[in-house]
């Protein structure tokens, strides 16, 4: 996660069940940090064109190649002086509203929708009570092995990875300010158990403190891994996945 007074960022590294070319920590770092560069030199530009110019900067500087390199989603906001950009690439959500109590979110669900087997069986067996044995660690490594072969091509699903075209296809909205009033950036490893455990009162935790933001992230952490170890309540890749709350008041 990164921010200024004029840009939050939040990126969630996908975790590799097949050997990648650098670590997905190591890419996230990279590209962050080639966003927030391109964001400060160019106040103005497309959102999208930051991002392709991140991710070749970074498939560049780390040696990487289409469908051997880590992915990551991207959420983004970027504060301009009459306009608000969003941008989401990948399944993190950006939930965002003005003073009323209408609620709206932005997110790239098109992984969700590709109808690969391995997906459904993974969560069926989940849901069934089987746990987190090494059939599910088979049926994980085969998903992502159909994943990357709909990976960054048109009828399949956009991601950060090595092509910068991908972000060509990211999902945005640009508001005037007087129209958005805050925001709330979560990855789905925060948004998921919020809103199965009832704690997604989006509104009020926009304004927030770190403190009470990191409480939420704590009950689902430890719901998860005291309450639903096994994942047959909420089924999930895994018992925890990683979690980021940023929350923006305009």
């Given amino acids: 996660m990164l921010t200024n007074e004029r840009m939050v960022l939040v990126l969630d590294g996908a975790s590799a069940f097949e050997p990648v070319d650098v670590s997905t920590a190591l890419y996230v770092d990279y590209l962050a940090a080639a966003i927030q560069a391109n964001l400060e030199e160019e106040h103005d530009v497309d959102l999208r ?55 709206n ?16 069986a993974y969560r069926e067996r989940v849901a069934a009570g089987h746990g987190y044995d090494s059939r599910h660690r088979e049926l994980l490594a085969a998903l992502q092995r159909e994943q990357r072969k709909r990976r960054n091509r048109a009828g399949g699903y956009w991601i950060a990875e090595a092509d910068p075209d991908a972000a060509l296809h990211a999902v945005v909205k640009t508001f005037p300010r007087k129209e958005i009033s805050w925001a709330v950036l979560a990855t789905d490893g925060a948004y998921s158990p ?16 770190e403190a009470e933001l990191g409480n939420v992230l704590d009950i689902c952490v430890a719901w998860e891994k005291r309450d639903d170890p096994n994942g047959r309540a909420l089924p999930r890749a895994k018992v925890s996945d990683d979690k980021a709350l940023a929350a923006v008041v305009l």
């Avoid at 979110?105 to 459904?120: Q, V």
């Fill in 105 to 120: 979110m932005l997110t790239d669900a098109r992984l969700s929708k590709l109808g690969i087997p391995e997906h459904k």
């Fill in 49 to 103: 064109t930051v991002v392709a110019d991140a991710i070749r900067d970074t498939a560049s500087r780390l040696g990487l190649h289409p469908g051997n390199s880590p992915s990551s989603t991207i959420s983004l906001l970027r504060a301009r002086e009459s306009h608000i950009d969003l941008l989401c690439l990948g399944d993190s959500a950006i939930y965002y509203g003005a003073d009323s109590d209408e609620v």
């Fill in 194 to 209: 919020m809103l199965h455990l009832g704690l997604a009162n989006w509104a009020r935790l926009a304004h927030g403190s």
